[in-house]
Protein backbone atom coordinates (compact mmCIF):
# COMPACT_ATOMS: atom_id res chain seq x y z
CA UNK A 1 0.00 0.00 0.00
CA UNK A 2 2.43 2.47 0.86
CA UNK A 3 4.82 1.99 -2.16
CA UNK A 4 1.33 2.77 -4.31
CA UNK A 5 0.62 5.32 -2.48
CA UNK A 6 4.62 6.74 -2.73
CA UNK A 7 4.26 6.51 -6.36
CA UNK A 8 0.86 8.40 -6.58
CA UNK A 9 1.92 11.46 -4.09
CA UNK A 10 5.59 11.73 -6.00
CA UNK A 11 4.01 12.17 -9.67
CA UNK A 12 0.56 13.22 -9.33
CA UNK A 13 0.76 15.01 -5.46
CA UNK A 14 -0.47 18.34 -6.49
CA UNK A 15 -3.51 16.49 -7.68
CA UNK A 16 -4.90 14.15 -5.71
CA UNK A 17 -7.91 14.61 -3.71
CA UNK A 18 -8.49 10.42 -2.85
CA UNK A 19 -6.61 7.05 -3.03
CA UNK A 20 -8.35 4.18 -3.06
CA UNK A 21 -8.43 0.35 -2.98
CA UNK A 22 -10.30 -1.80 -4.99
CA UNK A 23 -11.00 -5.57 -6.34
CA UNK A 24 -10.62 -8.83 -4.23
CA UNK A 25 -7.87 -7.34 -2.19
CA UNK A 26 -10.00 -4.35 -1.04
CA UNK A 27 -12.80 -7.51 -0.36
CA UNK A 28 -9.95 -9.62 1.56
CA UNK A 29 -10.85 -12.54 -1.33
CA UNK A 30 -7.73 -12.13 -3.26
CA UNK A 31 -6.26 -15.93 -4.95
CA UNK A 32 -2.31 -15.13 -4.69
CA UNK A 33 -0.68 -15.23 -7.69
CA UNK A 34 -3.56 -14.63 -9.77
CA UNK A 35 -5.34 -11.35 -8.40
CA UNK A 36 -4.68 -7.86 -9.34
CA UNK A 37 -4.11 -5.33 -6.92
CA UNK A 38 -5.58 -2.55 -8.26
CA UNK A 39 -5.55 1.03 -7.04
CA UNK A 40 -7.30 3.82 -8.18
CA UNK A 41 -5.98 8.03 -7.56
CA UNK A 42 -8.95 10.34 -8.12
CA UNK A 43 -7.83 13.60 -9.54
CA UNK A 44 -8.72 17.23 -9.37
CA UNK A 45 -7.35 17.57 -13.08
CA UNK A 46 -6.25 15.84 -16.25
CA UNK A 47 -2.26 14.73 -15.51
CA UNK A 48 0.34 15.55 -18.27
CA UNK A 49 1.07 12.34 -20.34
CA UNK A 50 4.94 12.24 -19.08
CA UNK A 51 2.77 11.90 -15.60
CA UNK A 52 0.70 8.72 -17.13
CA UNK A 53 3.63 7.54 -18.39
CA UNK A 54 5.89 7.47 -15.40
CA UNK A 55 3.22 5.76 -13.08
CA UNK A 56 3.04 2.88 -15.72
CA UNK A 57 6.46 2.55 -15.71
CA UNK A 58 6.59 2.33 -11.96
CA UNK A 59 3.19 -0.57 -11.69
CA UNK A 60 5.32 -2.66 -13.93
CA UNK A 61 8.24 -2.05 -11.36
CA UNK A 62 6.23 -2.66 -8.48
CA UNK A 63 4.16 -5.80 -10.34
CA UNK A 64 7.85 -7.68 -10.96
CA UNK A 65 8.86 -7.00 -7.14
CA UNK A 66 5.43 -8.13 -5.69
CA UNK A 67 4.79 -12.15 -7.13
CA UNK A 68 2.14 -12.72 -4.81
CA UNK A 69 -0.29 -10.40 -7.08
CA UNK A 70 -0.52 -11.05 -10.80
CA UNK A 71 -0.21 -7.36 -11.58
CA UNK A 72 -0.30 -3.83 -9.78
CA UNK A 73 -2.81 -1.39 -11.25
CA UNK A 74 -1.95 2.37 -10.70
CA UNK A 75 -4.78 3.82 -12.23
CA UNK A 76 -5.49 7.79 -12.54
CA UNK A 77 -8.83 9.23 -12.52
CA UNK A 78 -10.22 13.05 -12.79
CA UNK A 79 -13.06 13.07 -10.46
CA UNK A 80 -15.53 14.98 -13.01
CA UNK A 81 -14.94 12.59 -15.30
CA UNK A 82 -16.83 9.23 -13.09
CA UNK A 83 -19.50 7.62 -14.20
CA UNK A 84 -22.32 7.32 -12.08
CA UNK A 85 -21.49 3.23 -12.73
CA UNK A 86 -17.94 4.20 -11.50
CA UNK A 87 -19.17 5.87 -8.42
CA UNK A 88 -21.08 3.27 -7.26
CA UNK A 89 -18.43 0.61 -7.33
CA UNK A 90 -15.95 3.32 -5.52
CA UNK A 91 -18.96 3.64 -3.19
CA UNK A 92 -19.71 0.27 -2.33
CA UNK A 93 -16.82 -2.41 -3.25
CA UNK A 94 -13.42 -0.26 -2.75
CA UNK A 95 -11.52 1.13 0.61
CA UNK A 96 -10.51 4.64 1.32
CA UNK A 97 -6.38 4.91 1.87
CA UNK A 98 -5.41 8.63 1.80
CA UNK A 99 -6.64 11.91 1.21
CA UNK A 100 -10.28 12.77 2.04
CA UNK A 101 -12.65 9.92 2.13
CA UNK A 102 -15.14 11.10 -0.81
CA UNK A 103 -17.43 7.97 -1.40
CA UNK A 104 -17.53 5.72 1.73
CA UNK A 105 -21.16 5.12 2.26
CA UNK A 106 -23.01 2.94 5.12
CA UNK A 107 -26.16 2.49 3.13
CA UNK A 108 -27.65 3.84 -0.11
CA UNK A 109 -30.73 2.97 -2.16
CA UNK A 110 -30.60 1.92 -5.81
CA UNK A 111 -33.78 0.18 -8.00
CA UNK A 112 -32.69 -3.46 -8.74
CA UNK A 113 -33.22 -2.85 -12.20
CA UNK A 114 -31.02 0.74 -12.53
CA UNK A 115 -28.33 -1.73 -10.56
CA UNK A 116 -28.82 -4.48 -12.80
CA UNK A 117 -28.46 -2.36 -16.04
CA UNK A 118 -25.64 -0.08 -14.65
CA UNK A 119 -23.46 -2.97 -13.38
CA UNK A 120 -23.97 -5.67 -16.19
CA UNK A 121 -20.70 -5.69 -18.73
CA UNK A 122 -21.52 -6.64 -22.86
CA UNK A 123 -22.07 -10.50 -22.70
CA UNK A 124 -21.06 -11.27 -26.32
CA UNK A 125 -18.01 -8.83 -26.13
CA UNK A 126 -17.11 -10.15 -23.01
CA UNK A 127 -17.44 -14.55 -24.19
CA UNK A 128 -16.08 -13.37 -27.76
CA UNK A 129 -13.41 -11.79 -26.20
CA UNK A 130 -12.74 -14.46 -24.09
CA UNK A 131 -12.28 -16.98 -26.55
CA UNK A 132 -9.90 -15.43 -28.64
CA UNK A 133 -8.09 -14.43 -26.02
CA UNK A 134 -7.59 -18.05 -24.88
CA UNK A 135 -6.75 -19.29 -28.15
CA UNK A 136 -4.10 -17.31 -28.94
CA UNK A 137 -2.18 -18.12 -25.72
CA UNK A 138 0.82 -19.94 -27.04
CA UNK A 139 1.34 -23.58 -26.37
CA UNK A 140 2.41 -24.67 -23.15
CA UNK A 141 1.95 -21.38 -21.58
CA UNK A 142 -0.21 -23.25 -18.58
CA UNK A 143 0.22 -19.71 -16.33
CA UNK A 144 -1.29 -17.67 -19.24
CA UNK A 145 -3.99 -20.11 -19.83
CA UNK A 146 -4.84 -20.11 -15.76
CA UNK A 147 -4.75 -16.57 -15.41
CA UNK A 148 -6.99 -16.34 -18.38
CA UNK A 149 -9.69 -19.30 -16.99
CA UNK A 150 -9.77 -17.11 -14.00
CA UNK A 151 -10.47 -13.95 -15.90
CA UNK A 152 -13.15 -16.01 -18.20
CA UNK A 153 -14.71 -17.40 -15.30
CA UNK A 154 -15.41 -13.97 -13.59
CA UNK A 155 -16.40 -11.42 -16.25
CA UNK A 156 -18.92 -13.84 -17.56
CA UNK A 157 -20.42 -14.39 -14.12
CA UNK A 158 -20.72 -10.64 -13.78
CA UNK A 159 -22.76 -10.91 -16.43
CA UNK A 160 -25.31 -13.37 -15.32
CA UNK A 161 -25.75 -11.70 -11.69
CA UNK A 162 -28.14 -9.33 -13.46
CA UNK A 163 -30.37 -12.15 -13.81
CA UNK A 164 -30.24 -13.07 -9.86
CA UNK A 165 -30.96 -9.71 -8.68
CA UNK A 166 -33.60 -9.29 -10.87
CA UNK A 167 -35.26 -12.34 -9.56
CA UNK A 168 -35.08 -10.98 -6.00
CA UNK A 169 -31.40 -12.05 -4.98
CA UNK A 170 -28.88 -9.58 -3.36
CA UNK A 171 -26.26 -7.57 -4.80
CA UNK A 172 -23.19 -9.87 -4.68
CA UNK A 173 -19.90 -8.42 -5.10
CA UNK A 174 -17.66 -11.81 -5.06
CA UNK A 175 -17.57 -14.26 -7.65
CA UNK A 176 -18.17 -16.95 -4.94
CA UNK A 177 -21.19 -14.79 -3.48
CA UNK A 178 -22.40 -14.39 -7.36
CA UNK A 179 -22.02 -18.13 -7.63
CA UNK A 180 -24.19 -19.25 -4.90
CA UNK A 181 -27.23 -16.63 -5.90
CA UNK A 182 -27.16 -18.05 -9.59
CA UNK A 183 -27.38 -21.63 -8.29
CA UNK A 184 -30.56 -20.82 -6.46
CA UNK A 185 -32.05 -17.88 -8.33
CA UNK A 186 -31.12 -20.03 -11.67
CA UNK A 187 -31.38 -23.30 -11.41
CA UNK A 188 -31.78 -24.20 -15.11
CA UNK A 189 -28.23 -22.95 -15.40
CA UNK A 190 -26.58 -24.96 -12.92
CA UNK A 191 -24.23 -26.71 -15.35
CA UNK A 192 -23.06 -23.42 -16.45
CA UNK A 193 -22.68 -21.49 -13.68
CA UNK A 194 -20.24 -24.24 -11.82
CA UNK A 195 -18.58 -24.80 -14.66
CA UNK A 196 -18.11 -20.67 -15.13
CA UNK A 197 -17.07 -20.86 -11.08
CA UNK A 198 -14.64 -23.64 -11.32
CA UNK A 199 -12.88 -22.03 -13.52
CA UNK A 200 -12.49 -18.86 -11.39
CA UNK A 201 -11.95 -20.94 -8.30
CA UNK A 202 -10.16 -23.27 -9.54
CA UNK A 203 -7.74 -21.92 -12.87
CA UNK A 204 -7.62 -24.10 -15.26
CA UNK A 205 -4.27 -24.88 -17.40
CA UNK A 206 -6.21 -26.81 -20.42
CA UNK A 207 -6.96 -24.65 -23.05
CA UNK A 208 -10.05 -27.15 -24.30
CA UNK A 209 -11.70 -27.04 -21.34
CA UNK A 210 -11.76 -23.59 -20.88
CA UNK A 211 -13.27 -22.81 -24.77
CA UNK A 212 -15.75 -26.12 -23.95
CA UNK A 213 -17.04 -23.76 -20.77
CA UNK A 214 -17.24 -20.80 -22.54
CA UNK A 215 -19.12 -22.52 -25.74
CA UNK A 216 -21.30 -23.69 -23.15
CA UNK A 217 -21.90 -20.21 -21.95
CA UNK A 218 -22.68 -19.63 -25.44
CA UNK A 219 -24.48 -21.98 -26.75
CA UNK A 220 -27.21 -21.11 -23.81
CA UNK A 221 -26.91 -17.28 -23.63
CA UNK A 222 -26.58 -16.55 -27.04
CA UNK A 223 -27.80 -18.55 -29.77
CA UNK A 224 -30.88 -17.53 -30.69
Given at each position: ????????????????????????????????????????A???A????????????????????F????K????????????????????????????????????Q??????L???L???????V???Q??????????????????????K?V????????????????????????????????????V?A?????A??????E?IL??L??????????
Amino acid sequence: MADAIAVYTEIVGNLIREIRLMGSVARGDAVAPFSDIDFIALLSAQPTEGQVAAIAGKAAELSQRFACVSKVDLETVVLERLSEARRFILSSDSVHLWGTDLYTLCEQRISRQKLADMLTPDLEGIVTRRQEAVRGVPEGDEAMLMQWSRWSGKDVLKCLRKEALLAGGTYERTIAGIHRQLRVHTPDRIELVDALYELYAQPEPDKERILAALGLAEAQLLSP
